[in-house]
């Protein structure tokens, strides 16, 4: 009987993590987020539950976030979290064997490329490593190897890259080191110095979820909405009310920084790939491309069209699972991406 060995998928992100299973069709998405015992050091929560936990202010437990602008900073904490995650994947209790496909940024130094190897090796399994531009494309249905090329902008939680990749290449990339997250740390702070209220990451994050945009899209209206935290007038929980167009100006540095990020880049190309940006655009992916309002924001101040595929968030994981499926077809770039 040959060795039994199962193929798994893990795009690691600094907010959320996706695993998926050659086999499987159902993709896991799981808060990068682990609750330790803050004595033994032992995890006790993982993902949901453990981002739940975060802001309660237990002294018994501390939630940690293995990852920091796309790249794992706290190293054991990663290894139990990588651990958990090939659990939620596995699905032969017989296997022995685990091929893991995981990828990084573009823009991740092969030193923080080899942290990812060292955590995941420790589970005896084989470790094939893939930027996460590349996958980004494959999952947006962009042809990597075509002479045309395409430009892509992939809005995380920790990090926007921005790729121009032809010919199996990178082109171009840039990056910037604060992303989604960045933008919830953003309204905490304006909410306390602006209205004396004070919200934690959970609730900034849903509040930027359910009524932040960029830009506002045609056809749109403002609206009021309630937010509930602590009242720091009073010093006693509260509830006051928000509009829209208040919250896009608090979130409105972070949004020019990526647009202006955009810009340069489209400035640096060479003239093959900006003639392809004009005719083909940009495609937008990532969960920070699902904040309302980015197409028409860059599409009137730069000018290009913007494509949003289908689920932007899941773009990477997407692009993963085909390099599962066809890994022959996609060596090539696993070789040009491994650069450790
Ligand atoms: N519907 C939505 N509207 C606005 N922002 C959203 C939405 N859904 C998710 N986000 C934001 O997208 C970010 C997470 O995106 P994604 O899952 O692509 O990041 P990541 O892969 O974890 O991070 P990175 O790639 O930087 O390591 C978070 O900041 C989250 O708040
Ligand atoms: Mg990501």
């Not at 017989?94 to 940024?105: I, M, W």
Request: proline share 4%; charged share 25%.
């Amino acid at each position: 009987m040959g060795l039994i060995r199962e193929r798994i998928a893990i795009d690691l992100g600094t907010a959320y993590s996706i695993v998926a299973h050659e086999k499987s069709d159902e993709l896991w998405r799981i808060p990068s987020s682990i609750a330790l015992d803050s004595r033994t050091k032992e995890p006790v929560a993982y993902g949901e539950q453990a981002k739940m936990m975060f802001g309660i202010g237990s002294q018994r437990h501390e939630v940690i976030r293995p990852l920091k602008e796309g790249v794992i900073c706290n190293f054991e904490a990663a290894g139990h979290y990588l651990s958990y995650l090939v659990s939620r994947a596995r699905r032969n209790p017989l296997a022995l064997q685990y091929q893991v496909l995981v990828c990084v940024p573009w823009g991740a130094t092969a030193v923080e490329t080899k942290s990812y190897i060292d955590r995941i090796q420790s589970f005896r399994t084989q470790i094939r490593i893939v930027r996460e531009p590349f996958a980004a494309a494959l999952g947006s249905d962009l042809d990597v190897f075509s002479s045309e090329g395409c430009t892509l902008i992939d809005i995380g939680g920790g990090t926007v890259e921005i790729s121009t990749i032809a010919h199996g290449h990178m082109i171009f990339c840039s990056t910037l080191r604060s992303a989604g997250n960045a933008m919830d740390q953003l309204l905490i702070e304006k909410l306390l110095r602006n209205k004396f209220f004070e919200v934690g990451e959970n609730t900034a994050e849903e509040i930027k979820i359910n009524y932040g945009s960029v830009f506002l899209e045609e056809g749109q209206t403002e609206k009021e909405f309630e937010v509930r935290g602590l009242d720091r007038k009073t010093s006693c929980p509260g509830r006051m009310s928000l509009s829209t167009e208040t919250l896009r100006d608090y979130l409105e540095p972070l949004s020019l920084a990526i647009e202006n990020k955009l810009k340069e880049h489209l400035r640096h190309l060479p003239p093959e790939s900006q003639l392809n940006v004009e005719e083909k655009g940009v495609f937008l992916v990532g969960g920070g491309a699902l904040l309302k309002g980015w197409s028409r924001r860059l599409n009137q101040r730069l000018g290009i069209k913007i494509t949003i595929p289908s689920d932007p968030h899941l773009a990477v994981i997407r692009g993963m699972k085909k390099i599962l499926r066809e890994p022959a077809k996609y060596e090539s770039i696993l070789k040009i991406s491994e650069g450790v």
